[in-house]
Each structure stands twice: as C-alpha cells, then as structure tokens.
C-alpha cells in the first residue's frame, strides 16, 4: 500500500538526530499543518524546530487526493445548519486565505498546484435535496457557484447519468508531498531542523514554558504547537470531541482513448465516490476516493475497498489499479476546525485538528490562524472563528460521539471473553482477538509471521479491531491504530501494545 504521490515524488530525507533541547516553537507533526506553520514562523523570525513520529507527509497529508477546493461535498451546508452564516462565511474566508498562500508560494513551483474546476454532483433524487442545500450555503458563503440541470456523461467526462451538479471554477488540484518535500527543503536550508522518527509521550507546563518528552530526548520551548490530527494530550479533552475515520484512494490506469472526468468531482449520495485526474508518464491516471467508515468500527475494510475497485472497473472497463492507500481524518463535534490554545496549558499549548476530509485547505488555514495569533495578528476570519462557543448542537454531538465510543468499550470488551484462542494460527493476512488467560489478546499473521500483542489500546482502553485490508490494529473509540507488532502508526495513543500474556 503506497499512495500515487509517494510513488511519484522524490523521498523528503529523514533526519534521525537528537532533537534540539530548546528553542522558541516546537511543531510536533511533519504534515501540511506543521510545515506550513513552521514556514511562516521562521519567515517572522522565530526560533523554530519540528519533530515527527514518522516521516514527512506519512499519515493524513502524503495520502489525500489532493484537493485545494472552496466546493467541499457537503460541509458548507452542515456548518451553516450547526452555526450560521456569519460563521460559515468566515469558515470559506479561512480556506481562501489558505488557497491564496498555497497558490502564491508554490504556482511557480513544477508539479505542486495546477487550476482545475471544482464539482459537486448527485446522481439521485435524495441526492439532488442535499445538493440544493449545498448549493444554497455556497451562494450564502458568497461562492460563484454554477447549478447544471441533467449534465450530460460527456460533459462531466465521467460513463454514468448525473440528475445535477453544482460547479465552481478557479480551484486548484495538488501533489501533495512535491509541496510537502519544497516546504521541507525551505525550512531545512533556513536552519530549521525536522527531525524524524522522534514521537512525543507527554508534556510538562512550567511558568515560563514548556518541556516536550520525546523517546530520543527532552526539548524546552516557550510555545508548542500539536499538528498531529489527533492531541496526543488530554487537557481539555480533545480527542472526546472529535469523530475519527478513514477512507480509501486507488489509482487506476485507464485504457487509451477512454473519456476521463473533466474536473475534480465528489458526489453526495451515499456512498460518496471523489474523482480527479493526473497524467503519470504520460499516460492518464484516475484517482478515485471512497470507502469511509469509522475507524475501528467495519466489519471488513477489504470488502470497502473492493466495492471501491469494482464501482471503478465497471464504469471504466479495462481500468488497471496501479495502488491504493487509505488516510484518517477528524471531524470535530462543532463541524469546524479547532485551530487554538488547549484548555490547562497556560496559553503555551496550541493544537491544530477536525479537518474533516478538507485537510489541504484546512491545514493551511490553521497554520495562518495560529501563527496569527502567535504574532499578535489573528485574522479576522480566525477571531470569527474563535468566537463561535459551543452551542447545544455542539453539546449534544459530544455526548452521542462519546455514548457510541462508551458503547463500543463496553460491548468489545465482553465480546473478547467469548471464546479460547484456537490452536491454530489466523491465516495469512487475518487478525483476531481471543482470550489468552484473563486478557484479550490481538493475533495477526503478516508476511507468514504471528504476532501476539496486548488487544487493549494503550490509549483509554478499548478493544482493537483488525483492519484487514491495512493490516493494523485499529482503535474503536478514538482512532488510535498499530502495527502487526504494536507499534504506534496514529494517535491519540503513544505508547507501543504491551506483549500479550502467555
């Protein structure tokens, strides 16, 4: 499993040093958010350093489809429902301030960011309902968006009927880590260290600033800066206000002379398919999304990305997967990005999160509002933005995300005593969870090798479910997710699995 941008981007070098023991700000994350923020800070003279439990771009950033939009499915609609129009106009304020900083940086950069038409399209009656409200916050938000009746196949370049779309042009399409590898030769050439495979485990606020613990050293900062999707801390609670899911991407060679879709397109009928086109050694590749579900939460992942595949291969017939990935996104409870400071840190923790599947836009946005605030400068759009308190939709939301996360802890935990491990091991690509003494235990076996680890997240708790088509462990309740061996691959978890008990 290896996203199209990894496979045609150079590799951003790793730096597997020591971090520094101090400096100013600490960015903990290497994607968009992190790298952005980190840029525009060392352009305004700060002091900064940036650390990544990974590798450049290797979780949310390095596997989107790409896409620098202000027609965004059907968010626009969901925020002028939860918080009315004077905060959803600040919201698309946000992410055009995002687009502008992208497209100044980086238009004259090979590769990075092209122009293309934005579209959103239903393919069924229900579907047409929610496009009209979609259609109706854009024009709210003060989007020129264009409403086509029955667009026909031909016009839309895609093989099947669509009763209506909604189009905007003057977006833009991106290569995410040819962006991601010039942020990061900028910053590295500026003096600014990105140091990686360096995972943060906890935090200390002090009076007079604040003591990051990393597995390869500690590091005392004035301001430190979360860009991790999910807070690998628990002040305010967070993690408990944001819904985590994942989603599918494949690229797919298409036959000579087959009608490509004209645009970046998205549908809000369920399930939701994303398509854009790129050219990959000259030869046209369709990039097509779907398959979202809660993390943790599917029966079979495999099975999402098949019916991805097949609902490809039958409306382009002769397309050739050449990959697949998949990414994890947030949705916070309030359907805004929380970009701020995080309760109980003295004003010197911030995070960054609740993307919500729109992270090119929203990270940058991010990024602009908290080095604003970082600066003595918000942008307007971001005090508006602050300004919108929870409501008691916001309250409500909280509670049904948290009743179905305490549902899941509570029904995983007596489903995992049903049952003694069977003698012999899970077969090659599956995963299991059995009782081994008094404790759940997770099984997989990968590349012919079993493993055995702890199945309790060493987040809160809860009862890992096998993702079959990744091979990882996947965490019910917040997100988190491991390796076959326990190793961390997202949080809010930072701690390995434990060994299972013989």
């Known amino acids: 499993m290896e996203s199209l941008w990894t496979q045609t981007a150079p590799r951003v070098p790793d730096d597997r040093s020591a971090p520094p023991a101090r400096t100013e700000t600490l960015v903990v994350g290497a994607g968009l958010t992190g790298l952005a923020l980190a840029w525009m800070l060392h352009r305004a003279g700060r002091r900064v350093a940036v650390i990544e439990a990974r590798s ?173 999707g999910a807070s690998v801390l628990d002040r305010g609670l967070l993690f408990a206000k944001l819904v985590p899911s994942r989603s599918f991407a494949a690229a797919y060679r298409l036959p000579t002379g087959t009608k490509a879709p004209s645009g970046m397109l998205l549908s809000v009928d369920d399930p939701s398919r994303s398509l854009r086109c790129d050219t990959v050694d000259g030869a046209p590749i369709l990039i097509a999304g779907g398959g979202a579900h809660p993390t943790g939460r599917a029966e079979s992942t495999g099975t999402l990305l098949a019916e991805l595949d097949h609902w490809v291969t039958g409306n382009w017939v002769g397309a050739i997967r050449r990959t697949w990935w998949a990414a994890q996104d947030y949705r916070s409870v309030t359907h805004l990005p929380f970009a701020g400071v995080l309760p109980r840190s003295g004003g010197r923790v911030f995070a960054a999160t609740g993307y919500d599947k729109w992270g090119m836009t929203n990270a940058v946005a991010s990024a602009l509002r908290i080095a604003g605030r970082l600066q003595g400068d918000p942008p307007a759009w971001g005090v508006a933005l602050d300004e919108h308190h929870a409501s008691l939709l916001d309250v409500g939301e909280t509670v049904q995300a948290n009743a179905s996360v305490g549902g899941h802890l509570v029904a995983d935990w007596v489903r995992s005593g049903i049952g003694a491990a069977p003698p012999e091991p899970p077969a090659e690509g599956a995963g299991r969870v059995v009782r081994r003494g008094m404790s759940p235990v997770a099984e997989s076996t990968v590349g012919g090798v079993t493993r055995r680890r702890s199945a309790v997240c060493t987040h809160l708790g809860g009862i890992l479910t096998w993702n079959d088509a990744e091979c990882s462990w996947d965490c019910p309740l917040h997100g988190s997710r491991f390796t076959p061996d326990g190793e961390v691959l997202e949080g809010p978890a930072v701690d390995r699995l434990a060994a299972a008990e013989e």
């Open 56 to 228: 450049v771009g290797a979780v949310t950033t390095g596997n989107t489809t790409g896409k620098l939009s202000l027609l965004q499915g059907q968010v626009l609609s969901g925020i002028r429902a939860h918080a009315g129009d004077d905060t959803l106009r600040a919201y698309v304020e946000s992410n055009r301030a995002a687009q502008k900083w992208v497209t100044t940086e980086f238009e004259g950069v090979p590769g990075v960011v092209a122009n293309e038409t934005a579209i959103t399209y239903a393919a069924t009656e229900q579907g047409v309902q929610t496009l009209r409200r979609e259609g109706d916050a854009s024009v709210a938000a003060g989007l020129d968006v264009q409403w086509v009746e029955n667009p026909s196949p031909d016009e839309l370049g895609v093989p099947f009927a669509v009763r209506a779309a909604l189009r905007l042009e003057g977006q833009y399409k991106l290569h995410p880590l040819l962006l991601l590898g010039a942020l990061a030769k900028r910053l590295r050439d500026g003096g600014v260290p990105i140091i990686t495979g360096c995972r943060m485990t906890a935090v200390d606020v002090e009076d007079h600033g604040v003591v990051a613990h990393t597995r390869r050293g500690d590091v005392r900062c004035t301001t430190l800066v979360l860009a991790t």
